[in-house]
């Protein structure tokens, strides 16, 4: 049978990847606000890698919950162009989302950090530091946060197209207190 609607914790992990993914790239700019040697600037560098951190366990969870369940079937108003971008654009953001957290933790670790969980624990660098490497995967990191950020704004323009023009229920099924009518019997 197919997989009609996503489940409330689809819906909510894709609303709090989001607003991680924006916070945590927010706090990049800790960087251009605050003077080097501001306890600031350090603050919204561990601010950032801990909701990092927690950005990687909210995709794995969520790769994991779409790896079991599947997604649901496209709505049959989108033409086959628009379901081939839409399956390439989630792919995208998936291997973003993977990449990213990745990265970040290799940057960590090749700048010779140790990892930090909000202060509940530190995973210390497996490796010896390299600033050469640290600075590439720095810029790698950087042009996928970019990426994700230009993805995810062409991914939430194609829904407000699908329910603003087309109005179907494409954006519909993502809200979190939706009740598409074919989920009725699911809640």
Known sequence: MPIVGYSSVQKS?????FALVVGIYLLTFGDDLFQHGDPNRALAWWLHISFGLLLAALVLWRVALRLA????TLPNSMTGFERAVAK???????VLLVAIPVLGI????????????????TIPAPFVPDR??????????????????ILA????????????VKRDDV??????????????RFH
């Open 132 to 149: 050469g490497i640290a600075s590439s995967i720095r810029e790698i990191h950087s042009l996928c946060a970019n990426a994700i950020l």
């Open 88 to 94: 390439l654009g989630h792919l995208a953001l998936y």
């Open 106 to 121: 290799l940057l960590t670790w090749f700048r010779g950090d140790a990892l930090t969980f909000f202060g509940l624990f």
């Open 153 to 164: 704004g062409g991914h939430a323009l194609a829904a407000l197209w699908h329910h603003f």
């Open 69 to 72: 369940r599947g997604a649901p």
């Open 13 to 17: 992990l894709h609303w709090a990847l």
């Open 171 to 184: 954006l519909e099924r993502m809200l979190p207190h939706s009740h598409h009518p074919q989920l009725r």
